[in-house]
Every structure is written in C-alpha cells, then in structure tokens.
C-alpha cells in the first residue's frame, strides 16, 4: 500500500495505508454490511508501527470503500501529506467516488475535506485507480488522476485554468449586533471592511494597516466583554468549485481598558446596599421606597438596583442624589411573572460612590393582601462575560395604615347640636331633668344618638372594636338612661350590665308624656310618640384628615361593639 508521508519534519518517518475493501460493519439493526475500512499505521519511535492504527470506514454498502488508495503531496500547503481514497461502487448511482483527506499531526482527519463524485452514469468504477503527488499544469499545486475503467473509453481533453481572486473580509467586535458593535474602522466608521485579493503561487505576503476606534462610553453599556476580531478568506460568489478549505478564519481579541480597576484591568466591586426597613402604607396615596447603594471597592459596570414588586403595587418615577441624573433611569418589566423594576446606578458606578434612591410607587387592591406586603431590593453588576452577579439584599415589609379617616361621628336627635367631645360623638345640647315621682313632662320621650364608624383608608381593617360610653349621672343625680343599644351595618353589641334595670320607661298621660319608673300604671299605656330617628351625616371639623386611631371615652356605662 502507498505511504502517507508529511512533507515536513514534523513526521521524520513513513506512515502505512491499509485498505480493506471488503470490511463488514455491524449495523444499528444487528447485520452485517460490507461498507469497507481504510487503516493507518503511523511510523517513528522504537517500535515503528507497533502503535494501533487510526481507522475510516466507509458508509455506502458495497462501495468497495478503500480499494484504491494514492499519497497526494500537501495539497493545501499545511505541511502535512494528504490521501485520495477510492471507492469505485460507492456514490447514490454506483458509478464511484473518491475521498480526499487531509493529513495532520495526529494522522488524517476523521472526515473527508472533500468529496468527488463520478462524471459518469452506470458502473463507471470511478476511483478504481488513483495517482498523484504530481504538478501536471505547472500551478504549483498537486493534481490527482482517477482511473474508470468502466467507461471503457478514453477521451483527451485540455482545460486552461485560471485561479480566481479571493475575497477577504474583516469584522470587528463580531459577536455583537451590527448596530451595537463597539469598535469601528476610522475610515468609513464602518465595523467591517471587505477587500479583493488576488494570489498567486509565489506572491509575497499581502498587508494592510487599518485603524479603529472605540466609541464614546456614553454610546454602549457593555465595558466588560471582550472585543472580537476576525479576518476570514473565501472564493467569490458563484458557482462552487472544488476546493481544498484550509484555515480560512482568523481570529483574535483584546479587552477595553477600564478606569478606575487597577494594574490588571480587572474590576472588582464591593457593592452594599441599605433601606428603610419599615414602610407606612395609607398614610398618603403614594409610596416612597427609599434605598442607598454603596461601592467601597473597583468600579461597579453595569451596576442596577433591582427592586421586585409585590401584588398591588406599580412603579410611577424614580429620583437619585447622582448629579445630572435626578430623575433616574428605571426600566419595569415581568419576569417569571413577577414585576421588577431595574434602575441604573452608575457605569461605571465609581470606587467610594453613595447613592440614594427615592422610588415612587402607587398601591390599590390591598383588600386581600394581609397585614404586609414585602419588597425585594437587590444590588447587581455586569459581571464578566455579560452575566449578573448579586451583591446586596434586603427585604422591606411594609404595613397597612389602615386608620379611618372619621373614626367615629355622632349626632343626636332632637337636642340641638353641642359641643364636640373626644372622638367625634355630640352630645345634646340641653340636659335632661332627672326623674322625680309623679313624673316630668320632657318636650320628647327620647334621645337618640347615633355614633358612626368609617373607614376612608386605603385597605380594610380587622380586629375593630368601638368603647362608647354614655354619661349617666351629673352633679351626683340621674342624667340619662340607656333604654336600648341597636346597631345597623352587622355590627355586633355588647350591652352592659344592668341596661335600664330601673325599668325606666315613657307612659302617656293626660295627652302628656311622661317619665314613670317601674313600668307603666294600669289604664296607662306606654307611649310610642311619633319618634322618628333622622340620621345626619356629622361635619368634617377643619384639618381633618388620616390620623391614629383615637377610642371614644365620654364618661360612664361602657359598652362594646365589633364590626
């Protein structure tokens, strides 16, 4: 069999090529298939050819892959030898092919840098016959013959070939969008640049001197990852030929120099992050959420302040202590189902920066929220490589304020109005007498007061309850009696103890009412007037507003009510 042998000192010793046309593979299914193998035993050493061989199989049954095998030279100028392999039944018609390999240090390459399918229709057995390592047309490059026999005829045919030009293409910063590269050529400020080269064998090395630039920071947010540059080689555009690929891409890579991250250009933050603890919710219509950010290390690129937002609550403005950027520049957005706003702090954000955020926020639909809500404040930066690295948290629970803006109202019916008690409750402004025996004909039987609960806040209140007491005595004589304790709204009452134990009660007279304790006489009937109860909505007093809530006392005959 022919030798494979380097064309360069790399390999001192000759390498042997083995075929074995008539190899059987084992396929998926279990069977055998008659695909063929090619071996190859690499020289050198103390032991040349001693070491197990590099195996390629074939892939078409019957192709008779390995039948014929020819050392090409080095094609493609790599310093290695290249093999043409032929299989003159393989191909979809079974007219042949032939492989060509390209040799490297560890042997060939796994798969075929090239594949040549026969000219021919029918059992042509193209690839039966293979010869190289010869210059026919004096170009400089190696030129294969492949044998047919059975087309059994043979034509001559002479061709003029011309080497084609290539095209060259350079691309700066190239893993990045066009429209966000950060490198341009100062030419054309353009990030790529394409040229036509045209080589021949012998031609001297061509070179070119470009300069770019970096744009201004302010024009691009990523600092940190590295600038990519490649410059790759290929045929104009057309019909294909056939054609050896090489390495026909080079690239390379530099980094942007940074402030303000030492010697070794390499950043490292130490990013510290504090809030308010504690948030009053109710006490006005917005929420402000305060946070102060840190840097007591390297410039912070890319550094955010991430704020997760609870059920209720939606992000309005967002103001900083950072000069020239008052009003700061937050992005909202869902993620995983959860809203997230993303404020700028800095890029970067410099050694020794202290950073104050205001964050302005509305609340509604508290109602099924609970007694909290909690917010979730996170420092990042852009890490290297594009990735966020945490650095701070912390967590903010905020309670509802959910103080009635008129925590209790009154208004009595048919005194005239009073003056205003603690709480919000009026009393009558003309005192009852006390109760004598024969009786006392007041104008009205009864005083109705009617105390109100509202709540204006913005979320509900649980766990209510409302201490009112009535004055019962004054001077050391009977004021008033509580003869009954209603309620409206599904309030609940509490009566206390002792309600009218004197049986206190209103009987009509000679066309009077009159106060008769004990209950009415015989022939008296209890008197029901023409009452009425008028509920009148109270005055809100001047400068009312949220305030803490404040129990009703008023003097004497507690009683309790829950919502």
């Given at each position: 069999?022919?030798?494979?042998?380097?064309?360069?000192?790399?390999?001192?010793?000759?390498?042997?090529?083995?075929?074995?046309?008539?190899?059987?593979?084992?396929?998926?299914?279990?069977?055998?298939?008659?695909?063929?193998?090619?071996?190859?035993?690499?020289?050198?050493?103390?032991?040349?050819?001693?070491?197990?061989?590099?195996?390629?199989?074939?892939?078409?049954?019957?192709?008779?892959?390995?039948?014929?095998?020819?050392?090409?030279?080095?094609?493609?100028?790599?310093?290695?030898?290249?093999?043409?392999?032929?299989?003159?039944?393989?191909?979809?018609?079974?007219?042949?092919?032939?492989?060509?390999?390209?040799?490297?240090?560890?042997?060939?390459?796994?798969?075929?840098?090239?594949?040549?399918?026969?000219?021919?229709?029918?059992?042509?057995?193209?690839?039966?016959?293979?010869?190289?390592?010869?210059?026919?047309?004096?170009?400089?490059?190696?030129?294969?013959?492949?044998?047919?026999?059975?087309?059994?005829?043979?034509?001559?045919?002479?061709?003029?070939?011309?080497?084609?030009?290539?095209?060259?293409?350079?691309?700066?910063?190239?893993?990045?969008?066009?429209?966000?590269?950060?490198?341009?050529?100062?030419?054309?400020?353009?990030?790529?640049?394409?040229?036509?080269?045209?080589?021949?064998?012998?031609?001297?090395?061509?070179?070119?001197?470009?300069?770019?630039?970096?744009?201004?920071?302010?024009?691009?947010?990523?600092?940190?990852?590295?600038?990519?540059?490649?410059?790759?080689?290929?045929?104009?555009?057309?019909?294909?030929?056939?054609?050896?690929?090489?390495?026909?891409?080079?690239?390379?890579?530099?980094?942007?120099?940074?402030?303000?991250?030492?010697?070794?250009?390499?950043?490292?933050?130490?990013?510290?992050?504090?809030?308010?603890?504690?948030?009053?919710?109710?006490?006005?219509?917005?929420?402000?959420?305060?946070?102060?950010?840190?840097?007591?290390?390297?410039?912070?690129?890319?550094?955010?302040?991430?704020?997760?937002?609870?059920?209720?609550?939606?992000?309005?403005?967002?103001?900083?202590?950072?000069?020239?950027?008052?009003?700061?520049?937050?992005?909202?957005?869902?993620?995983?189902?959860?809203?997230?706003?993303?404020?700028?702090?800095?890029?970067?954000?410099?050694?020794?920066?202290?950073?104050?955020?205001?964050m302005e926020l509305s609340v509604?639909?508290?109602?099924?929220?609970?007694?909290?809500?909690?917010?979730?404040?996170?420092?990042?930066?852009?890490?290297?490589?594009?990735?966020?690295?945490?650095?701070?948290?912390?967590?903010?629970?905020?309670?509802?304020?959910?103080?009635?803006?008129?925590?209790?109202?009154?208004?009595?019916?048919?005194?005239?109005?009073?003056?205003?008690?603690?709480?919000?409750?009026?009393?009558?402004?003309?005192?009852?007498?006390?109760?004598?025996?024969?009786?006392?004909?007041?104008?009205?039987?009864?005083?109705?007061?009617?105390?109100?609960?509202?709540?204006?806040?913005p979320s509900t209140v649980s766990?209510?309850?409302?201490?009112?007491?009535?004055?019962?005595?004054?001077?050391?004589?009977?004021?008033?009696?509580?003869?009954?304790?209603?309620?409206?709204?599904?309030?609940?009452?509490?009566?206390?103890?002792?309600?009218?134990?004197?049986?206190?009660?209103?009987?009509?007279?000679?066309?009077?009412?009159?106060?008769?304790?004990?209950?009415?006489?015989?022939?008296?009937?209890?008197?029901?007037?023409?009452?009425?109860?008028?509920?009148?909505?109270?005055?809100?007093?001047?400068?009312?507003?949220?305030?803490?809530?404040?129990?009703?006392?008023?003097?004497?005959?507690?009683?309790?009510?829950?919502?």
């Open positions: 069999p022919p030798a494979h042998c380097p064309s360069t000192p790399q390999h001192p010793a000759d390498d042997v090529l083995v075929g074995a046309p008539l190899y059987m593979a084992r396929r998926p299914d279990g069977q055998r298939s008659e695909v063929g193998r090619l071996y190859l035993y690499l020289g050198g050493g103390q032991r040349p050819l001693a070491q197990p061989p590099q195996t390629l199989t074939g892939t078409h049954p019957y192709g008779r892959f390995s039948a014929a095998i020819a050392s090409l030279g080095d094609l493609d100028k790599d310093g290695y030898g290249d093999v043409a392999v032929g299989a003159p039944l393989g191909g979809d018609g079974g007219s042949g092919q032939v492989f060509i390999f390209r040799g490297q240090s560890e042997g060939l390459m796994p798969v075929p840098t090239q594949l040549l399918d026969s000219p021919f229709r029918g059992p042509a057995a193209f690839g039966f016959a293979l010869r190289g390592a010869t210059d026919l047309d004096g170009n400089g490059y190696p030129d294969l013959l492949v044998g047919a026999y059975g087309v059994a005829k043979v034509a001559g045919v002479t061709k003029y070939c011309a080497l084609p030009g290539l095209d060259a293409e350079l691309q700066l910063d190239r893993l990045k969008p066009r429209l966000s590269r950060r490198v341009l050529l100062l030419h054309s400020h353009q990030s790529s640049w394409h040229r036509a080269l045209a080589l021949t064998p012998g031609t001297p090395p061509l070179c070119h001197n470009l300069t770019a630039y970096l744009r201004d920071e302010a024009d691009f947010k990523d600092k940190l990852s590295p600038v990519a540059l490649s410059l790759s080689l290929a045929l104009p555009r057309g019909t294909p030929g056939l054609v050896l690929y090489g390495d026909t891409l080079v690239q390379a890579q530099t980094h942007i120099i940074l402030e303000d991250c030492g010697e070794d250009n390499l950043c490292v933050p130490d990013l510290h992050l504090a809030a308010d603890t504690r948030l009053l919710i109710g006490a006005e219509a917005v929420l402000r959420l305060r946070a102060n950010a840190s840097n007591a290390g390297e410039g912070a690129f890319e550094a955010e302040l991430r704020v997760q937002l609870p059920p209720g609550t939606h992000y309005q403005v967002a103001r900083s202590s950072i000069p020239g950027q008052e009003k700061l520049s937050c992005n909202p957005r869902k993620e995983n189902g959860s809203h997230v706003v993303l404020c700028e702090l800095g890029n970067p954000m410099k050694a020794g920066a202290q950073i104050t955020v205001d509604s639909g508290l109602e099924d929220m609970g007694d909290t809500i909690t917010f979730q404040l996170q420092g990042d930066r852009g890490g290297h490589g594009g990735t966020l690295t945490p650095l701070s948290c912390q967590q903010l629970t905020a309670c509802h304020h959910g103080a009635a803006r008129e925590l209790a109202q009154g208004g009595g019916q048919p005194a005239p109005r009073g003056p205003r008690h603690q709480g919000g409750a009026r009393l009558p402004g003309r005192v009852l007498h006390p109760w004598v025996p024969g009786g006392l004909s007041p104008p009205q039987c009864h005083l109705t007061v009617l105390p109100q609960l509202h709540n204006k806040g766990g209510v309850t409302l201490h009112l007491a009535v004055p019962s005595q004054l001077g050391g004589r009977i004021l008033l009696y509580l003869l009954e304790l209603g309620t409206e709204g599904g309030m609940s009452c509490t009566n206390p103890p002792g309600l009218n134990a004197e049986q206190v009660g209103c009987c009509l007279g000679t066309g009077t009412p009159l106060w008769v304790l004990g209950g009415c006489p015989s022939g008296v009937s209890p008197w029901n007037g023409t009452h009425q109860r008028e509920r009148r909505e109270a005055e809100e007093p001047p400068g009312a507003g949220l305030e803490e809530p404040v129990p009703v006392v008023s003097g004497c005959s507690p009683g309790t009510c829950s919502p």
